[in-house]
């Protein structure tokens, strides 16, 4: 009750309520004990906060509806439904719509028309009255003079139909009579004259009700401040429109400028930062001041532009270009124009160069404004290769948007609600918010697209869910947190028990929990509002070739992502390759691209150590010192594995402090000893369902006890593929092999693993000898 009264108080006192989903919620949560009554008078008081915001809000519009059904004594719910009528009865003389009747028609034409009169005026009359009896209350006691006249005029229309019905009997009696004079045709045409007067009177009353209830339209300016966020955009388009207008009134005067201020801008910013939205804006405002004939934009990009034979993008171009005269062209991801690396088959230089031409020429020049949109630093590159393009933008008309804050995108994710008929509970905002820095990993990242695609995706689960036991008016109006929220996994394969499940590595376990442990507190204190320790997450992998480094890597990515700390949890593995390139300023780029890939995530380097190379020339420097500028750039956003050698590991480390200072966890990987690689040969022959027979087990274990193998894990894998090849070559020897069963293809023996280690140990020999 206490609730209710707040709400009853913030609607006398300020005419609207703060949140209206609440009541819905509200509605929700104790529809098992709230009356009809109860529930209609809460829907009238959120339609009532609707309706001070927007007179014909639909959502209120609908509330009002259910609250009079529920309780038909509710007078708001009542009073509501009679002002309403109003917007029924437009239509109501549609009906009285009769066909052209001529004196030169013969007599059959005239009696089938005359019938379809009678016909038309009975069907109006039957209904008039119930129309008369539902418009009675709110007209006859109504203060607006236009809804007095309308009253008046379906009283009219009532009377005039009736004397045309009975005008319409007169003169299809007297076409079947002996005797037929004009004076009945005359006093039909005159009845029929004042019902299409009453009908264009009516028309007209609506149309001025209409105009007048109209909302007018939205300032440029106005409707830069209605967007959410972008505080410095809309600082920089103010000014802008400021310097317009005084420019606009200088010329009206007679001043005239030498240099005009140039149309052309650059909008920079990640997807669904506001990018079109902003370019339509400015679209709007050069048309309102007179700067460009219309305010249409017209859209378009790479593939529209760019064609696949020569002369062929000229001719886009140009096409595009003359569709945009007189507005705004605007190109989306304009840096692809120019491709790098870009080939003698790739022309979109050629369509750089024509655009430069047409918006200097005599033809086109002055006659529309460009828009160029794109990332910031694709666009920055993009614009410093071209000058003759750069040189038409100036820097003052670069526009950068960031990206909207959670909070902003939550605000934004309600208008979209609201768009569609829907109001967010504040659980709803909450599990949106979440899902939304689940989603925020790297640039790519859709800001507004992604609230958008998440609020459609919460109606379609709300359409989708059969849920009978909810008040149909809230299940088709709230969106709540339960819409919002991915599905609940199950525990199956969870990272900790695939990390239990590894052969080995028993101290390494120990201390991947306790870090685990560590985490998933700090986050659980972060979500609580508690100060929580830095976590320093980057670490540094050694042992030897085959001891599981890349497999604990993946179960890290894993656990980090469970614990909430990573959003995507994947692995990305790179090397030297990956990552150096071989001249100047590629490498920093091939760095930076494959952190990219890796956000979210782990990025694991192998033999990381490989990075450092005593050559002067060598761009491995180049990388670690990215690395570096990459981790501090993302912070909490990436993890950095690196795997290598104990000793060459430390001297990386050693070579840059600022490496050093970020990685503080160190995990070592011990060889395994012979029954632990014993128990992955084992594991690794059941995953393909083969089993070693005991004599093999017991020769695996006396070979490798009398002489060390190198290759630890990777040894023992590739010492069972090469005993399935040897098996399978024993069983195709033998003469029923069609007769063989499953126990037979399944087991490899003692002679299959003898061959199978002779072939590696040859192998090996071979190597030695080569090197």
Known sequence: MQQLTKWNNELEQRGYIDDEAEILAYIMEHDQTLGAEEIARLLVMAAKSRFHKDERDRLGIVWMKRAAELDPANRDAQGF????????????????????????????????IADEYIMICRNFLEQADDQLDQLDNSYQSAVDPIQTKLYNLLLDAIKSTSELLKAAEEYEQSITGVFHTAAYMDELSTRLDQVEAIKKEWASQFAELTEREKETAVDPIDELNQMIGLETVKGRVKDYYQYLKFQKKRKDMGFQMKDELSLNFVLTGNPGTGKTTLSRLLARIFHELGFLPREEV?????????????????????????????????????????????????????AIDTLVSLMTGEEFGGKFAVILAGYPEEMRIFLDANPGLRSRFPQSNHIFLRDYTNKELVTIGEKIAEDNDYLLTRTAKSALEERLERERVDETFGNARTVHNLVLEAIFRKGAAKDDSVLDILRFSILDGNDFKLPVQGNRNRPLEKLDHLIGLHSLKGEMKTLAAFVKLQQMRRDSGMPTVPIQLHSVFTGNPGTGKTTVA??????????????RGHLVIASRADLVAGYVGQTAEKTRKKVRDALGGVLFIDEAYSLLSASGGDFGKEAIETLVDEMTRHNENLVIVLAGYPKQMEALLEFNPGLRSRFKKFFHFPDYNTEELLDIMINYAETYQYRLSRDAEAYILESLESRQVSGNGRFAANLIEEAIQAQSLRLSLMEDIASADADTLSKLELADMKKALQKIRNGEKDSKDRS
């Open 81 to 112: 439904r009679d002002k309403s009528a109003l917007q029924m009865a437009e239509p109501f003389l549609d009906s009285l719509d009769f066909p052209p009747i001529r004196e030169t028609d013969n007599r059959t034409t005239k009696k089938k």
């Open 298 to 350: 017209i859209e378009t990009n790479r593939s529209q532009l760019v064609g696949s034979y020569v002369g062929q993008t000229e001719e886009n171009v140009r096409a595009i270009v003359s569709k945009a005269v007189g507005g705004v062209l605007f190109i989306d991801e304009a840096y692809s124009l120019k491709r790098e690396g870009q080939t003698g088959n790739d022309y979109g230089q050629a």
């Open 554 to 567: 993946k179960i890290y990515a894993e656990i980090l992502k469970e614990n909430g700390f990573l959003k």
